[in-house]
């Protein structure tokens, strides 16, 4: 059965903290993404990384790094954080199938992140 | 940005009734996928429908995909109570990372029993 796991279902976090969001997957996915979630905004692409030590920014990179030192593992810092990074923050994961696209990601339960 | 759009943003039904989602894009796409979060979790994808495809099934759930009006529905037959839940289309664009989805905003779907 294909699992994503993430570290904390829920953070609370202080403004200027370093923060680290882990994710573990166990299907020797290629391919595995950060998204943060908000109410009327919908799901928004902060990075991913599509092999060990590659990422490429998504949408909304600013603010965020990420760190993918092994293949299984993909970690999402808040170098400083700041009330604006509440939100919900989901994991998730895909392999290359065809080469036509359509990889389906798999995702994890989500970290409920709150910065006072 | 966003490139799918769910359509409405919430729909309530009674439970056996048939519940339809649409989802407009703006860019020409490889795939469409149909994805269900239930409150507080991680998305489950539900269905996938490729560009040459115009309907799929798949148990209580029926995709249509009309790429001249880039537009796709999700129906769900028969609903039940655990089918309330959000439910959200994501696209890849063709010509782009083919793993890369684009979500859009949801639809938020209640099942009154």
């Known amino acids: 059965d294909v699992k994503v796991t993430q570290s904390s279902r829920y953070l609370v976090k202080r403004t200027g903290e370093k923060v680290f969001l882990e994710c573990v997957q166990d299907?020797?996915?290629?391919?595995m993404f950060w998204y943060r979630q908000d109410p009327g905004l919908g799901l928004r692409l902060i990075y991913f990384?599509?092999?060990?030590?590659?990422?490429e920014k998504g949408d909304i990179p600013e603010g965020y790094s990420v760190s993918r030192e092994k293949k299984e593992r993909f970690s999402l810092i808040l170098e400083s954080a700041s009330t604006n990074q509440t939100s919900m923050y989901l994991c998730?994961?895909?392999?290359?199938?065809?080469?036509?696209?359509?990889?389906?990601?798999?995702f994890g339960p989500g970290t409920r992140l709150t910065v006072l | 940005s966003q490139q799918g759009e769910e359509d409405p943003q919430a729909l309530s039904i009674q439970e056996g009734e048939n519940a339809t989602m649409n989802c407009s894009y703006k860019?020409?796409?490889?795939?469409l996928q149909w994805y269900r979060q239930n409150s507080g979790r991680g998305l489950v994808h539900l269905i996938l429908?490729?560009?040459?495809?115009r309907e799929k099934h798949s148990g209580r759930l029926r995709v249509t995909l009309d790429t001249s009006k880039k537009s796709s529905s999700l129906l769900i037959t028969a609903s039940r109570a655990a089918d309330t839940a959000s439910y959200f289309c994501?696209?890849?664009?063709?010509?782009?990372?083919?793993?890369?989805?684009?979500f859009g905003k949801g639809t938020l779907l209640t099942v009154n029993p």
């Open positions: 998730a994961s895909s392999t290359w199938t065809s080469g036509i696209g359509g990889d389906t990601q798999y």
């Open positions: 990384s599509y092999d060990v030590k590659m990422k």
């Open positions: 429908i490729r560009s040459n495809e």
């Open positions: 994501a696209t890849d664009r063709s010509g782009g990372s083919n793993y890369k989805l684009t």
């Open positions: 860019t020409s796409i490889n795939n």
């Open positions: 299907m020797d996915h290629e391919n």
